[in-house]
Every structure is written in C-alpha cells, then in structure tokens.
C-alpha cells in the first residue's frame, strides 16, 4: 500500500530464535499497529503507537515487544519465536484516533 | 469496542447492489461505525464510515438507521473484485486511543 512498507514479506525461523518485524511509513501518521491473523481467530491487536517512545499493549502481546525510536518506523519483535507465532503479520497506521487505518501487504512468519 | 453482529455470508451477482447488514445495538452517541474490507491475503482496506448520517463516497454508501443500533453497507454495482470479507467495526470512544478490533466479519462472494 501507498505510504506503508513492511519488510520482509516473507520469513521462516526457527524456534527459539529472535525476530525483528518492520514497519516503515512516509506519511507521517502518529499511529501504528500491529496486528496478526489466523485462521478461525481474524486479526487480533498486538501492540500500538501512538507516538515516538510511546506503545501499549493490545490483546495479543505476549511473547512479543515493540519499539518506535521515529515517526515513521515500528519494529516488532520475537524475543523467541515459537511455532504459535506462525502468522501473517500487518502493520497500520492512522493520522488520529477515530480515522481509516492504511493497512501494509503483511508479512508471513513462519516458526519452525 | 460496541458488540457488531454481521452474517457469516452472503452472494451477490455481478452489477447488482449488494447490502451487507451490521447490528449494532450497544453503540454509543459519539461512536462511529466503520466498514473494512479484506481481500484475500491483502492487508485490509478502509471503504467508509460514519456517525449518524448517511455517507457515500466512490467506494460505496453508508446507511445508519435513525436509533443507530444498524447500519448497512451498500455496494451500488458489485464487480468480481468486490469478493472479499466485510467488517463492520464501532470501536470504542472510551479512551482517546481508536483501536479496530476486528471480528469475523461478512463474506461476500460475487458471482458472474
């Protein structure tokens, strides 16, 4: 999508090893997600920004941390992935609260 | 967020409009009602919203019933690139932070 970058688009580790998801924007929207998605579970929250240095927690984060040191970059990561964390992965971003989220393409994680 | 009930399905024929109904019966006075879409594999796409009235734009039509407690999603001509998950969203106004949480949604299926 416009605007809206994540990397890589495609990834297999292995269990136990760490994983770092990125996020990058070029509109310089204030809010940032991540979400995941699986099967029979729809996209469920893991963390979110709402600012530089500023994230929470949504209903999925554990086992997972974020960091955004800039505006336009969200990292996710996998201290230790484990086979549950095999997912695809999307980020989104918002320029307020209350107004359309622009999605990414995901990424798909796979834990083996 | 305000509970949304949706159909787990539903089909359309190509050029015809296809309603896709949302029951949102708990919404609160100053909470929006959001539609998303999803295609398959794609990162979700915003389509619309709105408050109490009425919303068109170029993707498609917003109608909110007067008490607030449905809404439905109007596709005017359905195309086969329409087929995808619905989600009809009212995320909650109870802190400055808008998270969509996302359900099952509807899915629409339009046929030649």
């Known amino acids: 999508d416009a605007g809206i970058t994540q990397s890589p688009r495609h990834k297999v580790t292995e269990t136990g090893t760490p994983v770092t998801l990125r996020c990058h924007q070029t509109?310089?929207?204030?809010?940032m997600y991540w979400y995941r998605q699986d099967p029979g579970h729809g996209l469920r929250l893991i963390h979110y920004?709402?600012?530089?240095?500023?994230?929470d927690k949504g209903e999925v984060s554990d086992g997972y941390s974020v960091s955004r040191s800039k505006t336009e970059d969200f990292l996710l990561t996998l201290e230790s992935a484990t086979s549950s964390q095999t997912s695809v992965y999307f980020c989104?971003?918002?320029?307020?609260?209350?107004?359309?989220?622009?999605f990414g393409s995901g990424t798909r994680l796979t834990v083996v | 967020d305000a509970k949304t009930t949706q159909p787990t399905s539903m089909d359309c024929a190509e050029g015809r409009a296809a309603n896709l109904p949302c029951n949102h019966s708990?919404?609160?006075?100053?909470?929006?009602v959001y539609w998303y879409r999803q295609i398959h594999s794609q990162g979700p796409q915003y389509i619309i919203h709105?408050?109490?009235n009425n919303e068109t734009n170029e993707m498609a039509s917003l109608i909110i019933t007067e008490d607030r407690k449905s809404s439905t999603l109007i596709l005017p001509h359905a195309t086969l690139r329409d087929t995808a998950v619905y989600y009809c969203?009212?995320?909650?106004?109870?802190?400055?932070?808008?998270?969509?949480?996302f359900g099952a949604g509807t899915t629409v299926t339009v046929r030649a």
């Open positions: 920004s709402y600012g530089v240095k500023d994230t």
């Open positions: 509109e310089n929207h204030r809010y």
């Open positions: 989104a971003i918002s320029p307020t609260t209350g107004v359309g989220y622009t």
């Open positions: 708990t919404i609160s006075g100053n909470e929006y």
């Open positions: 969203i009212v995320p909650s106004s109870s802190s400055n932070d808008y998270k969509l949480s």
């Open positions: 709105g408050l109490k």
